[in-house]
């Protein structure tokens, strides 16, 4: 059991993509924590299971249907959890994702590649398809932010947005992806400086490898062994596992809560297992 954090009780949490993997874990403990949870998803059924769940433990949580990418839909749930739960006091960017226009079959380019037509080559990758990825991850972060941290402005507040082991070094297959994380890190940055005087802090959790819906393709065979890129993973990562949601939260609440961190605005932290840390040799 995670230790509580008094600051956080009572204060409003939106978490976008909540109803994900990895951010519904975020809502959930926050929601122990005693802050008030807002789940933000395009699909709100799933948005309302999470809901539903938080309030069956005691605590107090929304779901509020909304697609990051709708500027106008994104306003219209800023004035929902403005009136049922309050101002935001800590904004998670959490939804985004892949596309499978933006992925190439094979790691590494090799002579023949471009012929044989039944490979999806890096020329072989849509615009559409990184266009998807560029917007879910990026855009799909700046304008949550730009509609919360408006009124954070006045009195302070608190962003964390989701990067990824693609972001230091890209990932083969993964261009897009990679570049989009890349930025986030940068937006980061950016952002942390920009609205330091404002008393809004910003920085990002990069996970390391976690099994979820998204990447089970990716990293299981048919027969639910790991697949060859499973394997390279668990070889690259010195903790020798894939990373668990709860491994996750000792950081978001570190980062949460300002007692702990309140010095602390522009970085991305690793929670990887030691991925980053290790040259592979
Ligand atoms: P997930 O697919 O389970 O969750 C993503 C959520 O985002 C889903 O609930 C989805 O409905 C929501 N979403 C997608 N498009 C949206 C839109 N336009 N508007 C609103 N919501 C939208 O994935 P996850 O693995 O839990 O990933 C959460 C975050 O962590 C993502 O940013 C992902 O890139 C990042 N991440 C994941 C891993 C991993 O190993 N799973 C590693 C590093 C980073």
């Known amino acids: ?4 954090h008094e600051d956080l009780a009572g204060k409003t949490a939106v978490v976008t993509g909540g109803s994900g993997v990895l951010c519904q874990v975020m809502a959930k403990e926050l929601a122990r924590q005693g802050m008030k949870v807002a789940i933000l998803n395009r699909n709100v059924e799933k948005g309302q299971k999470v809901a539903d769940e938080i309030k069956e433990q005691g605590g107090m949580a ?21 009136q049922e739960l309050g101002e935001c006091d800590l904004l998670i960017n959490g939804a985004g994702g892949n ?55 006045e009195y302070g507040g608190n962003i964390i947005n989701i990067s ?21 890190d940068n937006l980061t940055k950016w952002l942390s400086v920009h609205f330091a005087d404002a008393g809004i802090r910003i920085n990002a959790i990069a996970p390391g490898f976690f099994l979820t819906e998204q990447n089970r393709g990716l990293l299981l065979d048919e027969d639910g062994s790991l697949s060859e890129r499973a394997e390279k993973i668990i070889n690259h990562t010195p903790q020798g596992r894939f990373g668990k ?12 809560d ?13 929670v990887d297992g030691g991925f980053m840390a290790y040259s592979g040799v």
Request: charged content about 20%; overall charge negative.
């Open 62 to 82: 929304i779901a509020v249907s909304c697609d990051v990418l709708n500027e106008e839909n994104v306003k219209e749930a800023y004035e929902v959890v403005k």
């Open 258 to 270: 300002d007692n702990m961190s309140g010095f602390v605005t522009g970085i991305t932290v690793p």
């Open 245 to 256: 949601p709860e491994d996750l939260l000792g950081t978001l609440l570190w980062l949460a």
């Open 164 to 184: 990824s082991m693609a972001a230091p070094a890209p990932m083969t297959k993964v261009p897009a992806y990679s570049a989009a994380k890349a930025g986030i």
């Open 1 to 4: 059991m995670l230790p509580t």
């Open 99 to 153: 596309h499978p226009d933006a992925i190439t079959d094979k790691e590494i380019f090799e002579a023949g590649d471009i012929e044989n037509t039944s490979l999806k080559s890096f020329f072989d990758l849509q615009l559409s398809g990184f266009d998807h990825v560029f917007r879910l991850n990026l855009i799909g972060s700046l304008i949550p932010t730009q509609v919360f941290a408006k009124k954070m402005t």
